[in-house]
């Protein structure tokens, strides 16, 4: 486990007096199985309120996130991820004062396989979702990887793949699903 407080300003020089608290706990019961819990919370600026400029509001965030593995070493992986980020006020609606100001909550889950039949063979598969302000609608996004895994030498991989993309419809218009197909070649130099 870890406890930190940062400037959240990550390899840039602190320029406010804005920090931010992490937390993580990792858990490995035996050699298969592993998990974590995260969390943080950045503190960030006011913003102007949309209604009042005279006053302002909370804009600061909290992420928290999950992950889950079993696995066993040269055969197989399982997983899991997920994330939850709420930015306070961050959302403001209306076309004309006043304006409704809403917290913005994002979503994320990723959930991943990987099997190898022998030492030359394998399959990888994973599957994400993403929904950028669940409260709004719209944006939401499904992505499928699936991925042959051929190894003619152990520190070469050649693995075609297919990558498709589908979108949530955007207040009535329609976007089209992506596919793309790819071959990734990786080689490990030792």
Request: neutral net charge; proline residues 6%.
């Amino acid at each position: 486990y870890w406890i930190m407080a940062g400037d959240g300003s990550g390899n840039n020089p602190e320029i406010d007096k804005f920090k931010r608290a992490y937390f993580m706990f990792h858990w490995k019961p035996t050699e298969k199985v592993q998990a974590t819990i995260y969390q943080d919370y950045r503190a960030l600026p006011d913003i102007p309120d949309p209604n009042d400029a005279a006053r302002f509001i909370d804009n600061s965030s909290m992420t928290t996130a999950w992950f889950i593995n079993y696995g066993i070493k040269d055969k197989l992986g399982l997983g899991y991820e997920g994330f939850f980020t709420n930015q306070q006020n961050g959302v403001k609606s209306g076309a004309a004062a006043p304006f409704g100001v809403d917290d913005k909550s994002t979503w994320g889950h990723s959930f991943w396989g990987w099997y190898n039949f022998n030492p030359i063979v394998g399959v990888v598969g994973r599957y994400d979702y993403f929904e950028p302000n669940k409260d709004a609608g719209g944006g939401k996004r499904n992505l499928f990887i699936a991925s042959l895994v051929l190894k003619p030498h152990k520190n070469v991989y050649i693995m075609p793949n297919l990558y498709w993309e589908g979108y949530e419809d955007i207040a009535g218009r329609s976007i089209d699903s992506s596919i793309v197909p790819r071959i990734t070649f990786y080689w490990i130099f030792v």
